[in-house]
Nanobody, 125 residues
Framework: QVQLVESGGGSVQAGGSLRLSCTASGYRYKLGSMGWFRQAPGKEREGVAATDVNGRKTYADSVKGRFTISQDNARNTLYLQMNSLNAEDTAMYYC???????????????????WGHGTQATVSS
């Protein structure tokens, strides 16, 4: 059973930065795709950034140029570096994984079977 554990959330002022981490365990074969999603109160969960084993990276328009997704395969860890944060970035952030690369809709939460419990990021203006 794949387990994902997020960390790194917190409270920052607008313009600040946070780095989220997601440590994966419990899988036998390399995960095909991993991604970051977020959900604000009263809103649907949305894709933020995703990466796959082919090196493809996808970002939501709202975070392009500000967020960077990366992986440390030796540590089985996925990262999300978030810069120039604003109040609209306030949300619970979730890590997700899929056993195969997701080429067509990498930012759709519906195609990921494995999820972490989330880490809260709060940005004050």
């Amino acid at each position: 059973q794949v387990q994902l554990v997020e960390s790194g959330g917190g409270s920052v002022q607008a313009g600040g930065s946070l780095r989220l981490s997601c440590t994966a365990s419990g899988y036998r074969y390399k995960l095909g795709s991993m991604g970051w999603f977020r959900q604000a109160p009263g809103k649907e969960r949305e894709g933020v950034a995703a990466t796959d084993v082919n090196g493809r990276k996808t970002y939501a328009d709202s975070v392009k140029g500000r967020f960077t997704i990366s992986q440390d395969n030796a540590r089985n860890t996925l990262y999300l570096q978030m810069n120039s944060l604003n109040a609209e970035d306030t949300a619970m952030y979730y890590c997700a994984a899929a056993p195969v690369p997701i080429a067509s809709i990498p930012l759709s939460p519906h195609v990921y079977p494995y999820w972490g419990h989330g880490t809260q990021a709060t940005v004050s203006s």
